[in-house]
């Protein structure tokens, strides 16, 4: 996976004595750069602020000593906002992608931009500036974020420390991938008064696309499944998977998105339970979990295939700290919410971005003694670690790789097509009946 750096250098840009953020909507024909309308405006004659004509807008990547992007295909500015959006040719990748969401109060961030303070560097002209959502401005406009020091030195004053960052991108960091937060316009005082600047939403850019006719801010990774299939039961044999790739095949080409399970599940994608859940969208691992139960399910009881019957007959839930089952259904037991939505009898998977450690399945028994150690008090914060454990259904649990463990394990020597088939079905329906 990119490391963080490796994630910023891909997405930020130069744009004239600006900077802006790339973002790849659902197409292979062409990308956006996110920025602000001050970036890309010349005075006239008559002393009036104009949009330069495309010739003479410049994005440069990586450390901007290159030729700039040519080709820019469309430019809008919005109608009231100080933000613009530059349609320029396709330059996606598969490995990088970017979604956003809105920032949280007291919530870390950064920017990271090109300061023209830097512009002579040799080494790197890019720079990242810690920073903390301090308060909402307006609903779905903007908000104000706060610097964690002040952006001066004795020589440079925080107004001339600032330039060049102006339609840079604001991110966080959720589990080693970066989320855009928002773009970064200006100082809220142009003084650089109590480390304040102004943050816009991403959301304000679709307005902008309508108008142009182009895709929402939406990554293609979020409405299908297709770029996960290559990445899903990498511990299965790929001989085997061969055998069952008409079953990937119609869940990524078929109605449920990773999207609509995010809309449905919202803050219950994860363990622990995420404050926004829309911070979680670029974990790769989450999506290749999800086509793995939606492929089993599919395997198994074909005729149903719709997102509310796939969501509810196994619950993933999904953590980026933990792969230990034994741990992850104590992290699942101690969210009252949660808790509350177990069925008797049912199934709960569980997936990790690294693989499962150790077990890869609770039986109802084991569930049990474990919900009766959490039903002792806890001395530390005087109460019990779970409330009303007696009546807590009986369940059992898997991590989403035993389905790949055992269908790796099937003995299928000298056995025809159909017969794998078959047996892998009926493999998949004894993990699924592990309840009953």
């Known amino acids: 996976m990119p490391t963080i750096e490796e994630q910023l250098r ?18 292979n024909e062409y990308t956006y750069v996110l920025t602000v309308k001050h970036n890309l405006e010349v005075t006239n004659g008559a002393g009036e602020k104009i949009l330069k004509p495309l010739a003479d807008i410049k994005i440069y990547r990586n450390n901007a000593d290159g030729e700039p992007i040519s080709d820019i295909i469309a430019c809008e500015p919005h109608e009231t906002l100080d933000i613009a959006l530059i349609v320029i040719p396709y330059i996606g990748d598969s490995e990088m992608i970017l979604t ?11 920017l990271y931009g090109y300061p023209s303070r830097l512009k002579d560097d040799k080494n790197d002209k890019r720079e990242n500036v810690r920073c903390f959502c301090d308060m909402q401005r307006e609903h779905q406009l903007s908000t104000e974020i706060r610097t964690e020091q002040g952006q001066h030195t004795w020589d440079i004053n925080t107004q001339n420390a600032m330039v060049g960052f102006s339609g840079c991108g604001v991110f966080t960091d959720i589990n080693g991938v970066i989320v855009l937060k928002g773009i970064f316009p200006e100082l809220k005082d142009p003084t650089g008064a109590n480390n304040k600047l102004i943050m816009f939403y991403i959301s304000n850019f679709d307005s902008i696309a309508d108008k142009l006719n182009r895709k929402h801010l939406i990554p293609s990774n979020l409405l299908s499944f297709k770029s996960y299939s ?3 039961f990498k511990r299965v044999n790929p001989g085997l998977k061969h055998l069952f790739s008409n079953n990937i095949e119609q869940v990524t080409n078929g109605t449920i ?4 399970i995010a809309e449905r599940n919202k803050n219950s994608l994860t363990l622990p339970v ?3 859940y829309l911070d979680n969208l ?6 290749e979990a999800w086509l793995e139960l939606l492929t089993v399910l599919n395997i198994a009881v074909p005729e149903n295939e719709d997102l509310e019957f796939c969501c509810s007959k196994v619950p993933l839930y999904f953590s980026a700290n933990e792969n230990h089952i034994q741990r992850l259904i104590k992290l699942f037991l101690s969210d009252n919410t949660l808790r509350s939505q177990i069925k008797k009898d049912s199934l709960i998977a569980f997936s990790s971005t690294e693989a499962s450690g150790g077990r890869e399945f609770l039986n109802k028994e084991e569930i049990r003694k474990i919900v009766a150690i959490l039903n002792q008090p806890d001395f530390f914060n005087d109460k019990m670690m779970i409330g009303n454990a007696t009546q807590v259904p009986g369940f059992s649990c898997v991590h989403i790789d035993h389905f790949s463990t055992k269908i790796d394990q099937l003995n299928v020597d000298e056995l025809r097509s159909e017969e794998i088939l078959e047996l892998i079905k009926q493999e998949i329906k004894n993990i699924l009946n592990y309840a009953s």
């Open 230 to 232: 290559n990445k899903a």
């Open 10 to 27: 891909f997405f930020a840009v130069k744009v004239n004595e600006g900077s802006g953020c790339l973002f790849q909507p659902d197409s």
């Open 257 to 260: 998105s990773p999207i609509a």
């Open 100 to 110: 956003h969401s809105l920032p949280a109060k007291d919530e870390s961030l950064f």
């Open 274 to 276: 995420s404050i926004n």
């Open 282 to 287: 670029s974990q790769s691992k989450l999506w």
